[in-house]
């Protein structure tokens, strides 16, 4: 059917054309072709433009990424800028709590030596609120199952009463940052107990 059209049309144009000049015809048949160049022109400059404006979204979409990369690790950095000092400052609130450990309780009824006491203790809630303003908490360790991502066993400890991988002692305190690990609890888990026959 759409043969039969083109054809129908074909000869309709040369019907007109009969009795038009040669040079007239040349002239028509150049304003046809050059018609059809700029048709064709103006597709393949659509077909260019279409293009740019695909490479022009993938160009915006990459800066959003890379913007939003940045942004994430300027938020990372921030948050977790203090790692380093957090984790040698760990070892100071380890020694001070030692220390607080080993007094023995009639030094603590010493009048002379009550001052004392009481300024290791302040200095150790104050590290202590120091450490939660900057997003540093301890890791909650006795009595609960080990958890690998939180809990260093150290020793296995024979307990009857006591689940087998259970925590049952903390030679040293675990603490996170935020959401990642400073350090991990290093603990003693709970074993069983074999009964010798």
Do not use: W
Not at 23 to 43: M, Q, T, V, Y
């Amino acid at each position: 059917m759409t043969n039969k059209k083109a054809k129908t049309v074909d000869e309709a144009a040369e019907k007109e054309l009969e009795g038009v000049p040669e040079h007239l015809k040349e002239a028509e048949g150049e304003e046809a072709a050059a018609a059809e160049s700029d048709a064709e022109r103006i597709a393949d400059l659509n077909n260019k433009l279409a293009e740019a404006q695909q490479e022009i979204l993938y160009a915006k979409a990459d800066t959003q990424n890379v913007r939003r990369r940045m942004e994430k690790e300027i938020a990372d950095a921030r948050a977790y800028a203090a790692t380093g000092f957090a984790r040698d400052i760990l070892s100071v609130s380890d020694n001070l709590t030692r220390a607080l450990e080993a007094i023995p309780a009639e030094m603590r009824d010493d009048e002379k030596m009550k001052g004392l006491i009481t300024g290791l203790e302040a200095t150790g809630r104050e590290l202590e609120s120091v450490f939660a303003k900057n997003g540093i908490s301890r890791i909650a360790a006795m009595g609960l199952p080990l958890d690998p991502n939180q809990h260093q066993a150290m020793v296995e400890i024979p307990s009857a009463d006591a689940e087998p991988g259970t925590i049952v002692a903390e030679m040293q305190a675990g603490y996170m940052i935020k959401d990642r690990l400073l350090r991990p609890a290093m603990v003693g888990v709970a074993k069983s107990r074999t009964r010798s026959c």
